[in-house]
């Protein structure tokens, strides 16, 4: 029987999206619980018996299960509550109002990630109102703080609450938006990230005049040139193995770039060169790809100075590194140490804000396969690729304790793919309601063919 779409949850759907946008969970501080508590009410109505479990006050998860035989291994759907802040005199709608026009459903978190939620709620509901005869478990997790790096959400649970949300298989956000090629539109199932190595460094000089600079030591100075160092270092390309199957799918579906893509293969060493030269004609591709073959070092804040005749004695920095996976994330913190010894290690200290290694999970599984079966029967002229993402996810705390986990919240762009993603943590975020009867279908047909 061909996959239907599920036009009979249009209403619920957009409804129950516009509800939990209007509460305000922008972390920090998060103030979860109160989504958590909606998800947990509206559940109930269908006779699930939801838990709320916090880490901190007002800092709340969700977890339900929906039973089944035992016979296949259980599934988490996962999703985070948290959004980032939105600044309402910057958007021409309420950020927080859930507001419904021209077929699109605003605010902050319609598409990172509460619309994704929305989807996983309406899949679990489907499959008990179905009255789907389930192998496994089915859990749903809506937790907190994963905008802030996860520790009071998904990390808290996984470390206290273990047995309540841990599955052998996760479905959670990171992929799933078409890229439109030439022949079809290729689905990206996120099957691998980035590492995190969040750091501070401190600059310490000698104070002065201003107007006599050659009397002092210049903690900005200082900086500047730790900046320029680590802006200069120009790291090893590397290949995982998602990225060659990510250009192998691509190169498939659109003979255009296949030129390009099997010179990048076959030649790491000159991808910076061959990836310029993509981006004369393909800029968004280009730049996609780029941070995907190396580590990443990037000054995100920056302090320094006290008065205007002042030289500071002071200078602060924090940089956002991210590593591929497979390369160690204290190796790198080691490097970029020694990439700093000529500008005088003894006044630079430093300090972790957060750290994690990359992760990979391997596309070799049933659920995998089911998905990339699911697209291709609905629309038969796509393609399935697995993709490293460059930001993390709260995968990456399943990933570490051995679940195997996918980033797919199936979507069809309805405008430049560059375009909507710029929306995610800006100005104007919004989801389609079409893709949100989209979603939902391809999510709760391959949840379903998949624990039956």
Same mark, same amino acid.
């Given at each position: 029987m061909p996959i239907q779409m599920l036009n009979e949850i249009e209403q619920e759907i957009t409804r129950f999206l516009s509800d939990l946008i209007r509460i305000n969970t922008t972390n920090p501080p998060g103030n979860e619980t109160q989504a958590a508590n909606f998800i947990a009410q509206y559940l109930a109505k269908d006779g699930f018996k939801p838990e709320i479990?916090?880490?901190?006050?007002?800092?709340?998860?969700?977890?339900?299960?929906?039973?089944?035989?035992? /016979?296949k291994p259980n599934l988490l759907l996962l999703s985070h509550l948290d959004v980032?802040?939105? @600044?309402?005199?910057?958007?021409?709608?309420?950020?927080? +109002?859930?507001?419904?026009?021209?077929?699109?459903?605003?605010?902050r978190g319609a598409y990172d990630i509460k619309g994704m939620t929305a989807v996983e709620v309406l899949t679990l509901l489907l499959l008990k109102r179905n009255n789907i005869p389930l192998k496994g478990d089915v859990v749903l997790a809506a937790t907190a703080d994963e905008e802030k790096g996860g520790e009071e959400g998904?990390?808290?649970?996984?470390?206290?609450?273990?047995?309540?949300?841990?599955?052998?298989?996760?479905? @959670?956000?990171?992929?799933?938006? +078409?890229?439109?090629?030439?022949?079809?539109?290729?689905?990206?199932?996120? %099957?691998?990230?980035?590492?995190?190595?969040?750091?501070?460094?401190?600059?310490?000089?000698?104070?002065?005049?201003?107007?006599?600079?050659?009397?002092?030591?210049?903690?900005?100075?200082?900086m500047n040139k730790v900046i320029t160092k680590l802006g200069e270092y120009q790291p090893e390309t590397m290949y995982v193995p998602t990225l060659r199957q990510f250009l192998s799918e691509v190169a498939k579906i659109n003979p255009d770039l296949e030129a390009s893509f099997s010179r990048l293969l076959g030649n790491p060493k000159q991808s910076e060169q061959i990836l310029d030269e993509l981006a004369k004609t393909n800029k968004a591709l280009a730049e996609e790809i780029r941070?995907?073959?190396?580590?990443?070092?990037?000054?995100?804040?920056?302090?320094?100075?006290?008065?205007? @005749?002042?030289?500071?004695? /002071? !200078?602060?920095?924090?940089?956002? !590194?991210?590593?591929?996976?497979g390369q160690s994330v204290d190796e790198t913190f080691s490097l970029i140490k020694s990439l700093l010894k000529d500008v005088g290690m003894d006044k630079l200290s430093f300090e972790i804000i957060q750290m994690h290694?990359?992760? /990979?999970? %391997? %596309?070799?599984?049933?659920?995998?396969?089911?998905?990339?079966?699911?697209?291709? /029967?609905?629309?038969?002229? !796509?393609g399935v690729t697995p993709t490293l993402t460059t930001g993390g996810t709260d995968s990456r705390f399943f990933r570490e304790t051995g679940s195997v986990c996918y980033g797919f919240h199936p979507m069809r762009p309805d405008e430049p793919n560059d375009e909507l993603e710029k929306r995610m943590h800006g100005i104007d975020e919004r989801i389609t309601?079409?893709?949100?009867?989209?979603?939902?279908?391809?999510?709760y047909e391959a949840v379903k063919r998949f624990m039956t």
């Open positions: 479990i916090e880490s901190a006050s007002g800092r709340g998860s969700v977890i339900s299960r929906l039973k089944g035989s035992g /016979e980032v802040a939105a @600044n309402p005199a910057e958007w021409t709608v309420d950020p927080f +109002a859930g507001t419904v026009k021209e077929g699109y459903v605003y605010g998904a990390g808290y649970l996984l470390k206290h609450q273990k047995e309540k949300v841990w599955c052998p298989y996760v479905l @959670n956000e990171g992929g799933g938006l +078409a890229i439109p090629q030439k022949q079809g539109n290729v689905y990206p199932v996120q %099957t691998a990230e980035k590492g995190i190595l969040w750091f501070k460094i401190k600059a310490k000089g000698t104070p002065g005049h201003g107007s006599t600079p050659n009397t002092a030591d210049n903690a900005i100075v200082r941070p995907r073959t190396k580590t990443t070092i990037t000054p995100t804040i920056i302090h320094g100075g006290v008065k205007e @005749n002042i030289i500071p004695s /002071e !200078c602060e920095a924090v940089f956002d !590194c991210r590593v591929l996976p290694d990359g992760n /990979e999970s %391997t %596309t070799q599984t049933p659920l995998y396969s089911t998905i990339s079966g699911v697209l291709k /029967e609905f629309e038969p002229n !796509c309601i079409e893709n949100l009867v989209f979603g939902t279908s391809i999510f």
